[in-house]
Every structure is written in structure tokens, then in C-alpha cells.
T-cell receptor
Framework: DSGVTQTPKHLITATGQRVTLRCSPRSGDLSVYWYQQSLDQGLQFLIHYYNGEERAKGNILERFSAQQFPDLHSELNLSSLELGDSALYFC??????????FGNGTRLTVT | GQNIDQPTEMTATEGAIVQINCTYQTSGFNGLFWYQQHAGEAPTFLSYNVLDGLEEKGRFSSFLSRSKGYSYLLLKELQMKDSASYLCAVTDSNYQLIWGAGTKLIIKP
């Protein structure tokens, strides 16, 4: 158990809908990262937050947004969903410049 | 641009040794990580190198040469459960992680 909690584990929704994925980092970790992984693809970096502030953005679509709250949990919002958004979404947390610890992911299926 | 190269796929035999290479070109360097990822599961941390040389952890070892922009992960006494993808990641000068696409390792009996 990495100590990173992601909910929900699975999500099935229709095109055009909006969903929210939630992540609780390990106790004491200030950094939260979001990644997208499509089937048989590598990890695609979406966004990094450190102590509530956005630190870096990757290839995150404008339809996607995220935030980190004062209690350090984070949410990733995906809107106007398309079939191609179907993927595993991972959250990871770490202290600064330390190994990332990944949650078990949310598997999103858009139909 | 920033780039990390790893072989896409490798095959090895149970009980043997395999070396997975990783070369990188990044804006600065603040460490290199290796992760293991089984299909459909979360990546798990294997090793971290920041100085040149070999780090050994049981059956797994990782080597780094900063001057060559090169690392390898060495897996000994391969077991069927080692079938997984192995991801190389480098922290750049801004402490951002750059990921390789991963190497899928297939172990045959």
C-alpha cells in the first residue's frame, strides 16, 4: 500500500459528460502529480501541485483542470469527455525531489 | 528538447540476467529513478541514482553515468513475476520528472 488513495477506482460515463477524480496524498507529502495512461502507452504527465500551488503543467487539455486544496488532497476535473479520454488516471505524491508514490489509479471509460 | 530513450520490448529467460538501458538528454540532472509497472497497476519505485556508480538492491541493481547520460537496470535470477514494464525517469534542473516510454520485459520459462 503506497499510502496514496484515489477514488473512484472505476468510472464509466458518456461522451460530453464531466467527472471529478479525487486523490489523497501520503501523510506529509506536499507534492501531488496527475498522470494519464492510455492502453499500452507510457505515462503522460498532466499537472503537478506543490502545497496548493501549481508547479508544472504537461500536456493537459483545456477541458481538464485540477486543484490542490488546503488539506493537500487534489481533484482532477475532466469535462466534455471524448472517447479518447478513456484511460487510467494516476495520482502520485512525494516529498520534494523524492521517489513518487502512486495511487492505484482511476480507470475511466467513456462510452 | 528533453528526451529519454529505452528499448520498447525485451525478452529474457527465467533464471537469467537482463539489462535494460536508458539514455537521457535533459535540461540539467537531479536524479534518475527506475519504476516497475505491471499491466493495469500503479508504478512502484525500484531505485534512485544521483551519483555515478552502481546501486544494488537484492536482485535488482541500477547504474548511472552522468557524463554519458546513461543508466541501466540489471535484473538477476529472473522470475516470472518480473514480467512487467520498467520505466526510467529523470529529474531535470527544475526538479520536474521526465519519463521514458518504458520497456516491456517478457520472461519466458
Amino acid at each position: 500500500d503506497s499510502g496514496v488513495t484515489q477514488t473512484p477506482k472505476h468510472l464509466i460515463t458518456a461522451t460530453g459528460q464531466r467527472v471529478t477524480l479525487r486523490c489523497s496524498p501520503r501523510s506529509g507529502d506536499l507534492s501531488v502529480y496527475w498522470y494519464q495512461q492510455s492502453l499500452d502507452q507510457g505515462l503522460q504527465f498532466l499537472i503537478h501541485y506543490y502545497n496548493g500551488e501549481e508547479r508544472a503543467k504537461g500536456n493537459i487539455l483545456e477541458r481538464f483542470s485540477a486543484q490542490q486544496f488546503p488539506d493537500l488532497h487534489s481533484e482532477l476535473n475532466l469535462s466534455s469527455l471524448e472517447l479518447g479520454d478513456s484511460a487510467l488516471y494516476f495520482c502520485a505524491s512525494s516529498p520534494y525531489n523524492s521517489p513518487l508514490h502512486f495511487g492505484n489509479g482511476t480507470r475511466l471509460t467513456v462510452t | 528538447g528533453q528526451n529519454i530513450d529505452q528499448p520498447t520490448e525485451m525478452t529474457a529467460t527465467e533464471g537469467a540476467i537482463v539489462q535494460i538501458n536508458c539514455t537521457y538528454q535533459t535540461s540539467g540532472f537531479n536524479g534518475l529513478f527506475w519504476y516497475q509497472q505491471h499491466a493495469g497497476e500503479a508504478p512502484t519505485f525500484l531505485s534512485y541514482n544521483v551519483l555515478d556508480g552502481l546501486e544494488e538492491k537484492g536482485r535488482f541493481s541500477s547504474f548511472l553515468s552522468r557524463s554519458k547520460g546513461y543508466s541501466y537496470l540489471l535484473l538477476k535470477e529472473l522470475q516470472m513475476k518480473d514480467s512487467a514494464s520498467y520505466l526510467c525517469a529523470v529529474t531535470d534542473s527544475n526538479y520536474q520528472l521526465i519519463w521514458g516510454a518504458g520497456t516491456k520485459l517478457i520472461i519466458k520459462p
